[in-house]
């Protein structure tokens, strides 16, 4: 993918006004300094990390691999990189190409790396220099991997409670964490309790009489083989909250619409959607969209540079 000016990739406030970061797509772009042209690869190889001979922070050996232009097998890609800087930015599909190639041999398991170049190191090098993590508002601190991965009970910090459903509570709202659950259509989402609005103040009742109008077992909702969420499907986890846990270990959570499932009717009516006996292992927690680390203010934007040898000539606008 080439994109014809970086500056598509600033983001800005609702003014449009004022510059607030740059998208982390530039990351993982090629860029040479004397060009507004970005070249963004659409595979994994974008994933390679970074390693020089200046710092062997990869080892006493330096980088395995290297990447050049593709060496004949896309002939698309050797007419595109004769093209002028305008008649390229005419190109409304992927059309360049570059590989990876070995340096030495590369051993099973080896991690591959390539070197960045100069100007991506020195800017990495200044920005762990100045990187001052922002203050952490919850407590205690916990990521979505130790979330997932823990083993005694739910933090309280991500369980909504009784008091919270009873006030009208939909869900918990934590900054940067949210719940999924195992879910799937059943029959009884089409069970008549749903199919007509309820008491729009069914949230005053006592919870006994919450549970005994609108509860269900969970119990079957888990993973379908034992490696859990290492095999799950697209689609089968919902939006959820934790409304409590009880002694055996067992929950009970709150189903909410899934953007990408049926309407169902006990959403489009506003009724609960609970289950008790809900398996704790059922429940999986993600980072927010746009809450993770990379996202935080001041976070590392930078393109992989581009070796000069290798950018056409005709492409750099900005000599």
């Known amino acids: 993918l080439h994109i014809m ?9 609702a003014t449009g006004k004022n510059k607030t970061g740059v998208q982390l797509l530039m990351n993982y772009c090629f860029a040479n300094p004397h060009s507004t042209v970005l070249l ?10 970074h390693c020089s001979n200046r710092k062997k922070k990869c080892g006493p050996d330096g980088p ?7 060496s004949g097998w896309d002939e698309t890609s050797d007419r595109w990189r004769r093209m002028p800087l305008n008649q390229l930015g005419e190109m409304a599909h992927r059309g360049l190409s570059f590989e990876i190639y070995a340096l030495r041999d590369i051993q099973p398991g080896e991690e591959i790396f390539m070197d960045y170049g100069v100007e991506w190191e020195e800017a990495w090098h200044a920005h762990v220099q100045k990187w001052r993590p922002p203050k952490r508002h919850v407590k205690p601190w916990v990521t979505a991997k130790d979330a997932n991965e823990r083993k005694g009970p739910i933090l309280d910090q991500l369980i909504m409670g009784k008091g919270k459903l009873k006030q009208g509570q939909e869900s918990v709202e934590h900054p940067y964490l949210f719940t999924a659950c195992v879910y799937w259509e059943t029959k009884d989402d089409v069970d008549p309790v749903y199919r007509k609005p309820p008491n729009k103040n069914w949230y005053t009742w006592k919870t ?3 549970m005994e109008k609108f509860a269900d077992d969970g119990h079957s909702f888990k993973y379908w083989t034992n490696e ?4 799950h499907s697209d689609g089968m986890h919902w939006p959820c909250s934790v409304l409590w846990q009880d002694q055996d270990g067992s929950c ?4 909410h619409q899934s953007p990408w499932g049926n309407e169902q009717a006990w959403d489009e009516n506003n009724a609960p959607r609970i289950l008790y006996n809900y398996p704790k292992e059922s429940i999986r927690y993600f980072v927010v969209p746009d809450a ?12 992989i540079g581009m070796k000069d040898e290798l950018f056409p000539e005709q492409w750099k606008n900005l000599k």
Do not use: K, M
Not at 7 to 12: C, E, S
Not at 40 to 49: D, S
Not at 292 to 300: E, I, T, V
């Open 292 to 303: 993770s680390d990379q996202h935080l203010p001041g976070a590392f934007r930078h393109p």
């Open 252 to 255: 009970v959570v709150r189903i």
């Open 228 to 231: 859990g969420y290492a095999q």
């Open 40 to 49: 963004c690869p659409n595979t994994n190889a974008v994933l390679i990390n």
């Open 5 to 13: 000016d970086r500056d598509v990739l600033d983001i800005y406030d």
């Open 64 to 70: 395995n691999a290297d990447y050049r232009w593709s």
């Open 208 to 210: 006994e009489d919450i």
